[in-house]
């Protein structure tokens, strides 16, 4: 039986999400996604597809749903808050199913505009069954995680995830120094520290992750936490880019 599935993506509430037009895509799972023309901090979408019951039309449209929010958290670079089902509807079933969603605030409301010729780009980005990353690492698993990551409220616990995205992409032994390499050549001016251990000298941005975990009596580093988490978030979107072969440009 054919389903009609209506869900909701909940931005942050500082972003202003604007598409100006319909998007219509077909999934890796052959499930057809409209993406409905937006231009606030929510997105209406419907999920059309094959399933045996009620239950399952909502166990699969829960997928698809978690796959189209990490890849506007990912391709639009913005945190996304919560999503839901709204209903499921076989044949003029009325049935409804709600799913919990976070909620936050914000005072600066940052404008995302998706451009008319950059909608259907977006469209095939959130539409391609991509290869698995390195180690055979789903792509979509990835994503999630930076979705996890940015969409986090506290700036230190954002920051401790984003770091930690950055560790599993350059998972394996000497990760660090790999890490350290690999931001010196896309930042050749980025700060350097020698750890206390007084091995090989790390960024500011492995400087500051220990000094959140390990901070020894110094003051906590708010500040240089703010300072420094926009950079950080742009390398390990470029790692992620880079890492899993997905250009998002």
Known sequence: MKYRVDGIIKFHPGIKFKLDRTLKIISASEAEITLNPSNGDSLSLEIALEADSEAAAEEMAAIELERISSGLSYFQNIPIVGRRIEKIAPEGSKSITHIKQATSKASVIVPVEVEPEAAEELGRHLGKEYPPCFEDIPFEDVISMWREAVSTESSALKYVRLYGLMEFLFEGDSK????????????PSVPMYTPHSGKNC????THLRHRIHHPKGEPFPHTEINNTLPKLRNLVREAIKERCGVNYA
């Open 202 to 205: 790390i960024t500011v941005y």
């Open 176 to 187: 660090t120094q790999k890490i350290t390499s690999w931001i010196q050549g896309k930042e």
